[in-house]
Nanobody, 125 residues
């Protein structure tokens, strides 16, 4: 059974950086497409970025140029490097996974079948 655990969230000042980690157990993430989603209070959960099993990546327009998704296969971990953070980036960030799919999406969260519990990111001075 695949389990995902996010970490790395916290409080950061505007313009600062955080790196979120999504660490898997029970399966190898190389066989999964991985997505990062976020949900701010009162808003729908929205896609942020994703990486496919063949290394393709996508980014929401709101984070393009600021966020980078990457993976460390040895650590069975996918990262979301977040730079130039803005207050509007404040949200609970979730990682999600779906097996045996060679593409990913940042639109439909139902695409993903495994979810972590989320990690809070707060961007505030």
């Amino acid at each position: 059974q695949l389990q995902l655990v996010e970490s790395g969230g916290g409080l950061v000042q505007p313009g600062g950086s955080l790196r979120l980690s999504c660490t898997a157990s029970g399966a190898t993430l190389q066989n999964y497409a991985i997505g990062w989603f976020r949900q701010a209070p009162g808003k729908e959960r929205e896609g942020v970025s994703c990486v496919s099993t063949v290394g393709g990546t996508l980014y929401a327009d709101s984070v393009k140029g600021r966020f980078t998704i990457s993976n460390d296969n040895a650590a069975n971990t996918v990262y979301l490097q977040m730079n130039s953070l803005k207050p509007e980036d404040t949200a609970v960030y979730y990682c999600a996974a779906v097996p045996r799919i060679h593409y990913c999406n940042v639109v439909n969260r139902s695409f993903y079948t495994y979810w972590g519990q989320g990690t809070q990111v707060t961007v505030s001075s």
